[in-house]
């Protein structure tokens, strides 16, 4: 079974911090995404990654950045944080060939005080 | 790019009636369509998915029907049960990229 595995459950931090969000997948997957889910507006995706060191803008990937130095693990970066970025954080992990499903982790609540 | 609708928003059905999801897509392109269920504090899980050489698929109380011509796609849930209560997530892609959501149905199951 498939296992992504997101570093924290929840977390809050300030306004103004840097914030790193982990995300790790067991099944060697090579695609890899970040999604924010916010109540009304659906998973929304920020950035998304097809290979190591690859990466590739969402639709809403202002105010983040990621980094992909290892296929299993994917990291979504909040490099100042805003209060308008507290939201749940999912991360998800697929396989390469065309129409796999998503494998989802437990998702990361972050709030910015 | 791809844009996918999902009505309705909320939906609440009396225990054992059933339940139709419905979702619209605008990229002819696209080919693949999964449903998600989301239960309240739990990650999204896949429940079907259809692939666009197939018109229906059904999976014991839970069937997915989908019309390429109209690009439209259905969730339907028979003989509902307080434990289908959940968000439930339709979403679409072309070949390898991306899945694009639409914006959930509050599903609550009545008993």
């Known amino acids: 079974d498939v296992k992504v595995t997101q570093s924290s459950r929840y977390l809050v931090k300030r306004t103004g911090e840097k914030v790193f969000l982990e995300c790790v997948q067991d099944?060697?997957?090579?695609?890899m995404f970040w999604y924010r889910q916010d109540p009304g507006l659906g998973l929304r995706l920020i950035y998304f990654?097809?290979?190591?060191?690859?990466?590739e803008k969402g639709d809403i990937p202002e105010g983040y950045s990621v980094s992909r130095e290892k296929k299993e693990r994917f990291s979504l970066i909040l490099e100042s944080a805003s209060t308008n970025q507290t939201s749940m954080y999912l991360c998800?992990?697929?396989?390469?060939?065309?129409?796999?499903?998503?494998?989802f982790g437990d998702g990361t609540r972050l709030s910015i005080l | 790019g791809e844009n996918v609708e999902q009505h309705p928003s909320t939906l609440s059905v009396q225990e054992g009636d059933s339940a139709v999801i419905k979702c619209t897509y605008s990229?002819?392109?696209?080919?693949?369509f999964p449903w998600y269920k989301q239960e309240l504090g739990k990650r999204p899980q896949l429940i079907i998915d259809?692939?666009?050489?197939?018109g229906e698929k059904k999976d014991q109380r839970i069937a997915v029907t989908l019309n390429k011509t109209a690009k439209h796609f259905s969730l339907h849930i028979t003989e509902t049960q307080p434990e289908d209560s959940a968000v439930y997530f339709c979403?679409?892609?072309?070949?390898?990229?991306?899945?694009?959501f639409g914006k959930g149905t509050r599903l609550s199951v009545i008993a």
């Open positions: 979403a679409a892609s072309a070949g390898n990229t991306p899945l694009v």
């Open positions: 998800a992990s697929s396989a390469v060939s065309s129409n796999q499903p998503q494998h």
């Open positions: 990229d002819s392109a696209s080919n693949y």
């Open positions: 990654s097809y290979d190591v060191k690859m990466k």
């Open positions: 099944m060697d997957h090579e695609n």
């Open positions: 259809i692939r666009s050489n197939v």
